[in-house]
């Protein structure tokens, strides 16, 4: 894709999933592309993904194991990266990182709440406040959330995660205005269950109501999302919602909401008519 030809890209979570297929997809486009993630052998592993699909000698590739949610870690991790030693600037920022952990209100715990609360919005808040001084002063750039479905509905098994994910929407909401004066355009991707590492490990822990609810939605791959947040952002798109079930679920959202709360508590009643003993 044009857009992205030379362009100086960083995506967080970029070791494995959408931010892994985001940056190979960047690679193969010829921009230059650094991942960041916490484990570093899996930044390692993707590194050498995404430096395959490379298309000429200039571009530029590395990996920065940080944790978001440390804003001291994060300020210096963007040091790194805007430097001559790492992409020697940005263009386009892409706040990926995200954790989830499906549960029943009281059964997640206090901390539970406070780090889906710290990786998905605070993570996303200060990676975009480190490099929002950078991006101010070239007067141009790109930022992409990756939210999710639950960032602008709420489902079963998901108070802690879904209010990270609400927060994260609020945050570029009220960013997106801010932006204007500075020529840096905003874009917000909601994304259905993605055929992730992190969606597997939910499925060992989901709720059996979540599950049901769920019931057989299409589970899309993560290059597939990947691609059309692409695209959202070369043409600064702000909302974007990927797959045909998820483009309708939104669109009944916000016009009949009403509707959306019948049919996802139809399938929890008809849950608990098949399962009586099951947990409430």
């Known amino acids: 894709m044009e857009f992205y030809f030379n362009k100086r890209v960083f995506v967080t979570g970029g070791s494995s999933g959408i931010g892994l297929e985001t940056a190979k997809y960047l690679a193969s486009w010829g921009a230059s592309v650094w991942i960041a993630a916490r484990g570093e052998q899996r930044l390692k592993d993707g590194l050498v993904e995404v430096e395959a699909k490379r298309v000429n000698a200039t571009q530029r590739f590395g990996y920065i194991s940080v944790d978001v949610g440390d804003p001291q870690a994060v300020r210096e991790a963007a040091a790194k990266v805007l430097s001559d030693d790492g992409l020697g600037g940005l263009d386009v920022l892409i706040n990926n990182a995200g954790v989830a952990h499906p549960a029943r209100i009281l059964e997640t715990s206090d901390d539970i709440y406070e780090h889906m609360m710290r ?3 605070f993570g996303a808040v200060y990676v975009t406040r480190a ?13 992409a959330m990756v939210s999710s479905m639950l960032g602008f509905m709420g489902i079963y098994g998901y108070t802690a995660y879904a209010a990270s994910k609400y927060a994260m929407t609020g945050f570029a ?6 932006l204007i004066d500075h020529n840096v355009h905003m ?3 909601f994304p259905p269950d993605t055929d992730t590492p992190q969606w597997h490990e939910e499925n060992k822990i989901k709720p059996a109501e979540t599950k049901a609810i769920a019931g057989n939605v299409k589970v899309l791959p993560p290059e597939d999302v ?6 959202a952002i070369a043409k600064n798109k702000y909302h974007v919602v990927p797959g045909g079930m998820g483009k309708f679920t939104h669109f009944m959202h916000r016009h009949a909401p009403g509707v959306v709360r019948w049919v996802i508590d139809g399938e929890l009643k008809k849950f608990r008519k098949k399962h009586p003993g099951a947990s409430a």
């Open 119 to 121: 990786v998905n919005y």
């Open 131 to 143: 490099f929002l001084p950078h991006l101010f002063e070239q007067k141009r750039g790109n930022i």
């Open 173 to 178: 909401d009220a960013l997106r205005q801010e």
């Open 187 to 189: 874009t917000v991707v």
């Open 226 to 231: 990947a691609l059309v947040m692409l695209k």
